[in-house]
DNA sequence: CCCCGTAAAAATGTATACATTTTTCAAAAG
DNA sequence: CTTTTGAAAAATGTATACATTTTTACGGGG
């Protein structure tokens, strides 16, 4: 595991709580590493919301922040969808039968982590929108994605919405495998607004 | 001026070219430094789209892209009239005076560098949408932007186009001290668009 | 003639040491 | 008692030196 995947764990894991001013050496003495690795992953975590700026130099673990999330996931909303339009003409049979087996992969394992849960969602997604190749479209969308994992903790892990959002995903993929992108992306576009809508409540909820 | 700025601006115009491959070791010696400021500039370089990965090491001045021009017009087509729309309410005469300011500056000014528009034009939009505070949505605006810069020097500097792109800018400003926000936004988004297709068509014909 | 494996070289990753800047804290002035 | 100032301490920025990985090039085998 790199150190940039250990911090991010840590940060994911509450082991380094909102408010935490960062300091290098102190990281460089936990990690058990110097400060130049520690710096190169700082910076990387900045640029992709996992830490904030703090007053002239250092870094803080920003707050969690219902309007951020709002905005991912507007952003996301308008993005994503235009993304798999461009898609949907270039799948192939077989990145379909990839996408498909990711989803059936998280149908057959019961109890993943919120974790698991969020990094396999974003494989099917991540998979139909390549095909598009629309590598700077792709790559704001994937920073955007990245972003959001900061809140996955708060995703709901009930049955019962992990089953809204399967049914919603198999929905999209016989969709794109009829030919319709169209009725795809709206169906992609209302997928991420629910979620959004489901995540912006836990957060007000636990956080009240 | 710092590394990174010195970096960009050789990038900018021409001294490092598309296509090169970029040394750690050759840059600290080309610009004095030792490899640690360095690698602290590619990085960001590379997240703000003037560098590519090359292979599993390194990275790469990239080649310029319509299709990575058509992208970048279009998130910014998207997103940023709904940030004006969000920053419409929260307009005070301070910071609608200030916007104005830089527009007339541009105005005194004939013969600014492609640079130095684009930088000015940036301050416009920058100040306007701040007033949003919505600082997620905003960051992934300006960090379009900076994307975008990289295109600069094929922006039309024809002084025919530079009138419109201002008188533009002025309707904009005008619609939001009458406080109608909707029209500002739409305003926006065509000027967005015009200016897309401008620059793409630049790009195509002194490149074919 | 081409391909592959291996060793040398070149490039990047990381540690340590030093330089510079920022912050902190205490003492003195108002 | 509050504010200010300045020196010590702490943190970050940078240089040099070493470690590891990747690339390159050469020679032998197929």
Redesign the pocket.
Known sequence: MT?YEQIKSDLQQGRLRPGTV????ELAQRYN?????V??ALQRLKSEGWLAPH????VAVPQFDPLEVEDLYWMRAQLEPLLLRFAADRLSGETLGRARDILDSMERQPDLSAAAIGDLNWQFHACLYRAAQRSTLFATVEQLNRQYERYIGYQSRSLDYQRTSQREHYAMLDALQKGDGEAAATLLERHIAAAGRKLLAHLRDSRS
């Open positions: 150190l960062l300091k290098q050496t590493v110097s400060r130049i690795p710096r190169d007053g002239k130099r250092g």
